[in-house]
């Protein structure tokens, strides 16, 4: 049984899986399939249809929740477990994994392809075709652009590597590879590839030092990275488990 | 004949254009000028009261489109053929061109004075008193600041020239002009005029060189700027007319 | 007499004071407070349950101003005259001060303490376990962090200190203290604790001098700082005499 709000506006060629919910004004489009156990707040909108590509559904997996005054796009999708925060705009064409979590006013603009477990905190901008690995975490007003000589036709996204974090207020140049595992300082301008597991910072970007080599500062004395050796909240168990079991096999 | 869906609220003395639709829940205030052939989005407001100051319409001009969840206070203008993204907040008294774009969660402050054909990505934060040049482009997260010692009375608006590009996550300081034919780097902090065909980037920003020594990044060795000589997306006929008029006198 | 919009969804549980108005649909659920004299615009939410930690009502004091679009989570409270911007999101257990003023798109994400008469302008990003003091501003697209090792466990909220100023597009990094009356420049990058009185800027940021060194832009050479001396632009008329009084304590 799904519970829409009376005052919500759904086209009857959406499809809704079962125990879902959608909440008070949100409209839905034709071109959406909405999965199970999917919780859609109130002032939403989503299928928005974009007239000038190939049309395909919007999808939404099951599980998910999307958070109040978000936009949606339709011929996007993303995997189980997606959660939003408020305001946030998805284009068209961005496909993406499990368990992503958008931060409010985050942004996403369109042929985007972004891996499973990705984190994005608050105001977060993605540009037309940034390419995200998986479990990456992007930190509040981050900007990944595309454009290296504004305007023009040479889109250049972004590539984030596996595990990477990207803090607070930094922007990735066009084209820019960070690698797996590496650490991108607050308020940083990245010119330049960054290499697997070092930390970079400074306007522009110079390499820093090397990840594992920061320590947490709760007292411990313990390395911060790879910070899924110590951190693990909201990741399901299968993760931590195969985390756990990649650190016995190191014998940590 | 206009479109207006049942669950919007308009005021009786609003005027609504030949044409014109108005989306689920959007809210048109009384003080509001529609023209022939705008579309409004959902969950947008319009003509919000500004009760501290002299009051006239807002007036949104034909073939207009106002995406979702934006909002609009009276006693602003704009031409035809305005493009807003979603969240979009204006306030009272600026007066703006044609063609006029402005990005996903941008801000115009008020009193602000923009030419014709400007566009702005998401995320652009336009202070009071700004002015800006025709064919301006500005990309995403970019601030355009107004107050010298904040806070203060004192307030100066930036100064943008015609054709100039700011690129991503840059802030104008007050008072600066920005030359024509410009272009600021990402994530640059302008403290100080910029010449006319200049590149500047850094924070302090420093000259980097003349535009017209960049080159295009589509292997084609041609000349990036100035950009209109080669990009044309989205300008009208009669535009690319008059700049390839320009260009056969030139001999280019 | 209370001014509730017919397409308002309200609970029964909520209490709503005299005098105060709920606009076109808004959604007030039923663990929520608010005061006298109060107007909430369109399209809020207010009163969202959070299920993960203790619960209290949202508490809005009176005479009080929510621009439209806003959301904000139960187990949070606000004194008097509160008056936000559009789109202005306040999770849970933050708790603030008389006369605090959101600028539009300012996210405060919880856990937070503000003293009274704070001003944020635009996109202003407080981090959880922030703490801000008394007649605190803050200019557009400033970020204040909280996790020095992302991702981690171990939250260090900003601490910033009264009648200090934070210019345009700032990032303040985990657990810094920036000092009472100090000045950070546009686009800092702070990553040590700022003196009281004095002026930082950069990336990083460095100390550039006394904020009482500088001048105002107005042709009068008078002081800028402290900035209460010469601005009192929407401070009720209690605070002005208190800084009058200091004013003539002092001899000025």
Same mark, same amino acid.
């Given at each position: ?60 997996? @099951? ?15 993303? +995997? ?21 979590? *958008?931060?409010?006013?985050? +942004?996403?603009?369109? @042929? ?46 972004? *590539? ?11 922007? *990735? ?68 488990? +195969? ?6 096999? +190191?014998?940590?």
């Amino acid at each position: 049984m799904t519970f829409i709000h009376s005052s919500a506006q759904i086209s009857t060629k959406a499809q809704i899986g079962e125990a879902s919910e959608i909440g008070p004004f949100s409209i839905i489009h034709g071109n959406v399939i909405i999965g199970k156990n999917v919780k859609i707040g109130a002032f939403c909108e989503l299928g928005i249809a974009n007239l000038q590509g190939p049309r395909s559904p919007l999808v939404i997996g @099951d599980n998910s929740l999307i958070r109040s005054h978000s936009t949606f796009y339709e011929s996007s999708s993303f +995997e189980s477990e997606l959660i939003t925060g408020h305001y946030v705009t998805v284009r068209e064409n961005s496909h993406c994994g499990k368990g992503f979590q *958008i931060g409010t006013q985050s +942004e996403i603009q369109g @042929d985007c392809k972004i891996g499973n477990y990705v984190k994005f905190q608050s105001n977060v901008f993605v540009g037309k075709k940034t390419i995200i690995g998986n479990f990456v975490r992007i930190s509040p007003y981050v900007t990944l652009t595309n454009d290296p000589t504004p305007p023009s036709n040479t889109l250049l996204g972004c *590539i984030i590597g596996d595990y990477a974090v990207i803090s607070a207020a930094s922007v *990735i140049l066009p084209g820019v590879k960070v690698g797996s595992h590496s650490l991108v300082a607050a308020k940083a301008c990245v010119l330049k590839d960054v290499p697997k597991e070092t930390v970079v910072g400074g306007v522009p970007a110079k390499v820093l030092g090397k990840t594992t080599d920061i320590k947490l500062r709760d007292g411990s004395n313990r390395p911060a990275y790879p910070w899924n050796k110590h951190f693990t909240r909201n990741y399901p168990k299968e993760i931590l488990k +195969e985390w756990s079991d990649t650190k016995s096999k +190191e014998g940590l």
